[in-house]
């Protein structure tokens, strides 16, 4: 069996991530992504998890004020 060989197009674009599409979307844009991320993120956790990350993460805010 024989190997299709890969765009050289395709792959250079695999080769620069996200950053290629980022820079296409405005801020409103990503912020929406990130936070469907960060929701798909936290349905695998317990609530218990959930609120130990909350309050690293509000600690972490507060200690660079």
Do not use: C, F, Y
Not at 2 to 11: E, G, L, M, T
Not at 23 to 45: F, P, V, W, Y
Request: hydrophobic share 40%; glycine share 8%.
């Amino acid at each position: 069996m024989r190997r299709k060989s890969k765009n050289p197009a395709a792959v250079a674009l695999g080769k620069l991530g996200g950053k290629a599409r980022a820079k296409t979307l405005s801020a409103q844009e990503q912020s929406m992504i990130g936070k469907l991320g960060n929701a798909a993120r936290n349905e695998n956790l317990s609530a218990d998890e959930r609120q130990r990350l909350a309050k690293a993460a509000a600690q972490a805010r507060w200690s660079k004020r």
